[in-house]
């Protein structure tokens, strides 16, 4: 009898965790991430915060070592792509003044907000994704620098991705290449517009929604649209077209879009101060 | 739990849970092949499982995985519920275990870390977030297992340590 109560009581015990877990699964959909869990969430983030910031300080080198030993072959690739774009910027900085009058006839034309009018809080990424689901990141910025829940995050490529978490030090920024990520955009060259949704890996996007009509030239800029309710401002370069094709009957065209940005070696990052037009 | 030891064991579980989250969102967030990285609170899991049994390995997952979705944004509960489900089953197997050879520890880890990142992606699914549940969670799962099963005979010790009744049959 005391053998099978004995045996009994991992079981028992399994199942008051169970019970738990699914407490706290149902408190936490039915507040949305908000009230006690969300205070919860804050608390442990803040806590937390300063134990973070002196390990990430110290483990960072050991980091870069792995990457460097692990993507030798892609920084030597870097490095030589690099060199050559060097070269190539010192041979358009000739062309700068013209270039940028050419940019400012063109956002005019389009009609596209310059994102540099827009309040910025820079931040630097304190954590990378934090599983290998999880396609966010940490900022050290929170609510006391005037970030909030909603607000685009841009690096100087472009958009990175926007702000959906935010405690009094930290913030979690969902990446645009996150499966639940779609932002509206616009073609450069012919202005059709379409939504770029994540694939759940930190590569490409997918665009949606593009007219099998619409002509879509490799290399094309893609840009936020900027819609009314979109809740990115207009005209934040999103990334260039690598793949764009039209099956037989299909009612939109399958377009892939490479990040502007290098998700995977995020370091500084700026805050847009933006909320969409009520 | 044992009673007992409870005084002795709950101070050295916290601070083995909070080294390994230090770890996870630091030096491991950084050491990533592909979009595959270790899953340090998930090792925990596995080896309260393989130190202490069901039962302690169940109650450290639950704590291992709370920790985890303080810090992780998805739904709080989900990691706690997973990787207490796994740190019983590996604690279930470990009991069976008659022969101990070193293999067993790295081996166990490989296994049950793939199975808790599907399990976790097929709760996630169950609970409104499907897209855990796409193509590369084959390759996520076996890419967490494996590089558990490299960090499993240096964490396995270090649960041993934190849990210090060990059942009878325990192969660390």
Known sequence: ?278 | MEPGPLMLVAPRLLLVVFAGLTLHLSLFATIRIGDVRPDVLLLIAVAGGIAGGPERGAVVGFAAGIVADLFLHTPLGLSALAFSLVGFGVGTLQSSVIRAAWWIPPATACMASTAGILLYALLGALIGRPEFLEPRVLAVAAGVGAANAILAPALVPVMAWAMPHEPDRSYV
Do not use: C
Not at chain 1, 128 to 150: H, K
Not at chain 1, 164 to 188: C, E, H, Q, W, Y
Not at chain 1, 220 to 234: M, R
């Open chain 1, 1 to 278: 009898m005391a053998m099978s109560r004995r045996s009994a009581r991992p079981r028992f015990t399994l199942l008051l965790l169970v019970l738990t877990a699914v407490t706290l699964l149902t408190l936490d959909e039915r507040s949305g991430g908000l009230g006690v869990v969300g205070a919860m969430r804050d608390g442990a983030r803040d806590a937390f915060a300063p134990v973070q910031d002196a390990a990430d300080t110290a483990f960072r080198p050991i980091g870069d070592f792995f990457q460097g030993a692990v993507h030798y072959g892609d920084v030597e690739e870097e490095n030589a792509r690099l060199r050559q774009a060097l070269a190539e910027r010192d041979g358009e900085l000739l062309r700068a003044e013209d270039a940028a009058r050419e940019r400012q006839a063109l956002l005019d034309q389009q009609d596209l907000e310059f994102a540099g009018d827009i309040p910025t809080v820079a931040a630097r990424v304190v954590v990378g994704p934090a599983s290998s689901f999880d396609l966010t990141v940490q900022i050290d910025r929170g609510r006391n620098a005037g970030v909030a829940p909603g607000m685009p995050v841009v690096s100087g490529a472009g958009l990175v991705g926007r702000v959906v978490d935010v405690s009094r030090s930290r913030a979690t920024i969902l990446l645009i290449t996150d499966p639940k990520s779609s932002v509206g955009v616009r073609l450069a060259n012919s202005g059709d517009v379409g939504v770029a949704a994540g694939r759940g890996s930190r590569s490409t996007l997918r665009l949606d929604y593009v007219d099998p009509a619409t002509k879509v030239d490799r290399g094309e800029a893609v840009v936020t649209s900027g819609l009314q309710q979109s809740v990115f401002p207009p005209g934040v370069p999103i990334g260039t077209v690598v793949a764009a094709r039209s099956g037989a009957g299909s009612l939109q065209q399958d377009v892939t879009v490479e990040p502007a940005v290098d998700l995977r070696r995020l370091t500084f990052v700026k805050v847009l101060q933006w909320s969409p037009a009520p």
